[in-house]
C-alpha cells in the first residue's frame, strides 16, 4: 500500500525485493507493507533504494531470517548500485557501480537546502545525458579529508541542466544569493543548496514555497557509533 498512487504495486521496488527474498529463502509467510513517501519522486535523493534497503532489513527481521549484512548486499546488487549504500547509512564511499561501500568519518553540515521544481528524471535518462571526457575529478579525497564543500561535483549535472535548463537556474540563484555551493542531488531533479547559517536557508525555503517547489531544510546524519 502507499500514500500515493504513482506505481503499481507489482512494479514498486519494495515489492519486487520482497517477492525475491520469499522466493529465495523459502518464506511460507506474507506480508503487508504500507509506503509513505515523504520526499519528490524521481528526485534524485535516493528513495527507491532506501526503501529498498528498509525492506531488506525489515524483512530479515519480520521473517527471522538473521540475514548477514554480506546477505543483504548481495540481494542489494540485484536491484539497483546504490542499495547498499543504505544499508550501510551515514558518510559513506561507494566504488565501483556504487554497490562497495566504505564507510568514512561523518561530515557534520548544517543548513542544508533541499529544493525540488516539481518534475522527475529518471536515472536513465540522467546517465544516457552524460557528457563523456578525459576529465577525471579526483576532489572526492580532498573532500573526505577536509571537508570542503565548494569540492562537491556531480558529473550528471551539465548534462541534466543542458535538458533542463530551470535546474541551472536554481543552482545559479543560489549561488548568487547566499548559498556557499549548489549541485544536482544525484540524478536530479532536486537541487542541494550549502547554506552557513540558517537565515539564508529560510530565505531561500520562502523564495521557493512562493513558487510552490517542494523544498526542505535538513543537515547531515551524525554519527551514532
Not at 525489515?58 to 544499508?87: C, Q, R, T, V
Not at 552524460?130 to 565548494?150: G, S, T
Amino acid at each position: 500500500m502507499s500514500d500515493i498512487n504513482f506505481v503499481s504495486a507489482k512494479e514498486n521496488i519494495i515489492y519486487k525485493v520482497a517477492i525475491f527474498i520469499k522466493e529465495k529463502y523459502n518464506v511460507k509467510f506474507g506480508v503487508e507493507i504500507e509506503l509513505q513517501k515523504n520526499i519528490p519522486i524521481s528526485a534524485g535523493m535516493g528513495g527507491g533504494s532506501s526503501n529498498a534497503a528498509s525492506t531488506i532489513i525489515a524483512l530479515s527481521e519480520l521473517w527471522n531470517l538473521k540475514l548477514s549484512k554480506e546477505e543483504m548486499n548481495k540481494i542489494a546488487e540485484n536491484f539497483g548500485s546504490d542499495i547498499n549504500f543504505f544499508l550501510e547509512g551515514g558518510c559513506a564511499l561507494g566504488e565501483n557501480r556504487g554497490e562497495k561501500i566504505s564507510s568514512l568519518k561523518p561530515i557534520d553540515l548544517d543548513n542544508i537546502f533541499l529544493v525540488n521544481p516539481g518534475f522527475g528524471i529518471s536515472s536513465k535518462e540522467a546517465y544516457d545525458a552524460v557528457l563523456l571526457d578525459n576529465f577525471e575529478n579526483d576532489n572526492w579525497n580532498e573532500l573526505i579529508e577536509h571537508e570542503n564543500i565548494k569540492l562537491c561535483f556531480n558529473k550528471l549535472q551539465e548534462g541534466v541542466c543542458k535538458k533542463y535548463p530551470e535546474i541551472q537556474k536554481i543552482i545559479d540563484h543560489l549561488l548568487e544569493n547566499g548559498a556557499e555551493q549548489a549541485m544536482l542531488s544525484g540524478s536530479g531533479a532536486t537541487i542541494i543548496g550549502f547554506c552557513s547559517d540558517r537565515e539564508t536557508a529560510e530565505k531561500f525555503s520562502i523564495y521557493y514555497s512562493d513558487m510552490d517547489y517542494w523544498n526542505y531544510i535538513t543537515k547531515t546524519k551524525r554519527s551514532t557509533k
